[in-house]
């Protein structure tokens, strides 16, 4: 149980163009999704905390207008990459938290997404 | 200094070993301590899931959380080839809160 997958595993876009990733927990109804993004050698860090039907919570520093976030039902998360430039590639990684669990604070990952703005 | 920090490696041991994995926060208000396992080019993989401080054992992997002193730890007996990967310490305080997650060990096990 508790499986989270992404589409798609890797893209690779022109500059300028935009970039969906869709994320989506396939045996659970996921409350609340994260956005996560790893750099080569780093850690992941949190880009945006999703939760259905309402809107994202960005950190600080990223740029919300940039990084489109929509989280439609309880089974599915989108990050759009808009306007995508060279320093956007990395490695995006969702999860989400399933809301029956009673160790409701664990966070189940997605495999990621590498994307290669060109 | 980084909310959570962790020596990035690599870390190499011979097979058998006991390997003995630790990271330090600073906020003391993390309440949830956790370790995921990543492959290269994959996600993260939950190991252990701890609550607050002690210790919880499952297999051959050990999680201890020392709250007092802002330790953590994870600990895996009898290791083995196929364990070699980054172990990434992660905590969070609960909620709505994203996990903040330590940069990653890099462990090789030689066989």
């Known amino acids: 149980g508790a499986v989270v997958s992404q589409h798609p595993s890797w893209v690779i876009c022109k500059s300028g163009t935009s970039v969906k990733i869709e994320c989506r927990s396939l045996?659970?109804?996921?409350?609340?999704m994260f956005w996560y993004r790893q750099f080569p050698k780093q850690s992941l860090m949190l880009m945006a905390t999703?939760?259905?039907?309402?809107?994202?919570?960005?950190e600080q520093g990223v740029e919300k207008d940039k990084f489109l976030i929509n989280h439609a039902s309880l089974t599915l998360s989108t990050l759009t990459v808009t306007s995508a430039h060279p320093e956007d590639s990395s490695f995006y990684i969702c999860?989400?938290?399933?809301?029956?669990?009673?160790?409701?604070?664990?966070?189940?990952f997605g495999p990621g997404t590498r994307l290669t703005v060109l | 200094q980084k909310e959570v920090e962790q020596d990035p490696g690599p870390l190499s041991v011979p097979e058998g070993a006991i390997v003995s994995l630790n990271c330090t926060y600073s906020n003391s208000a993390f309440q949830y301590f956790m370790w995921y396992r990543q492959y290269s080019r994959k996600g993260p993989e939950l190991l252990m899931y701890?609550?607050?401080?002690g210790n919880k054992e499952d297999g051959r992997f050990t999680a201890q959380v020392d709250k007092s002193s802002k330790y953590i730890s994870l600990f895996i007996r009898d290791s083995q080839p196929s364990d070699s990967a980054t172990y990434l310490c992660?905590?969070?305080?609960?909620?709505?809160?994203?996990?903040?997650f330590g940069k990653g060990t890099h462990l090789i096990i030689q066989p």
């Open positions: 701890t609550y607050s401080s």
């Open positions: 999860s989400a938290r399933d809301r029956h669990r009673g160790d409701a604070d664990t966070q189940y």
């Open positions: 045996d659970f109804q996921a409350t609340t």
């Open positions: 992660a905590m969070t305080g609960g909620g709505a809160d994203g996990l903040t």
């Open positions: 999703s939760n259905e039907g309402s809107k994202a919570t960005y």
